[in-house]
């Protein structure tokens, strides 16, 4: 009984070990791509030993996020999030890019003058102006009134969404079906 038990804390500790290696080499692997500098890092999703960071917490608008990384460039705390696969922007990468540019002006109190968006192979760098700012706060809270109701239907046709969803069994409007 004893030894299975030294055996199981074996196991789980070699397992830990060997997710927290993977981890700090994924993370060193993304900064390399990415290209700044590591002491321009103020923040990472994945910390050097392999743990996860803290989201950060908008409480007043009830937003949470994890940006990949934030950085310090020329005095402004700037997100950057890290879109490998992708070659050109979508809507939804500026949509979540804003967002952490919100969330990084209400944490820190500092506004970043623009975001980073790191594609496949070249990085943007996308503004962020007072009206993306707005538009964060409106929809949220147009997401606080759809959580009060009770039906509220998709707003994309794209059957590629439906595939990975959890919701597919039940959603009932799958683009799918
Ligand atoms: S399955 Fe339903 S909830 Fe999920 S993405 Fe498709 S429409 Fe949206």
Known sequence: MENSFVIFIILTFSITLSAAYFLIRYSKRLQKKIGFDYKQVVYQDIKEDGTLTRPLF??????????????????????????????????????????????????????PPYGKLQLKDHVEQIEYSESAREEVIRILQHIREDLEKENVLPNHQEKTRCLSCMRQEICGESKLD
Do not use: W
């Open 58 to 111: 908008a409480r007043q608008y009830g937003l949470v996020g994890k940006p990949d990384f934030i950085i310090e460039e020329n005095g402004h705390l700037i997100p950057v999030e890290y879109k490998p696969t992708s070659q050109e922007i979508y809507s939804s990468h500026i949509g979540q890019l804003m967002a952490y540019c919100f969330l990084v002006e209400e944490i820190y109190g500092l506004k």
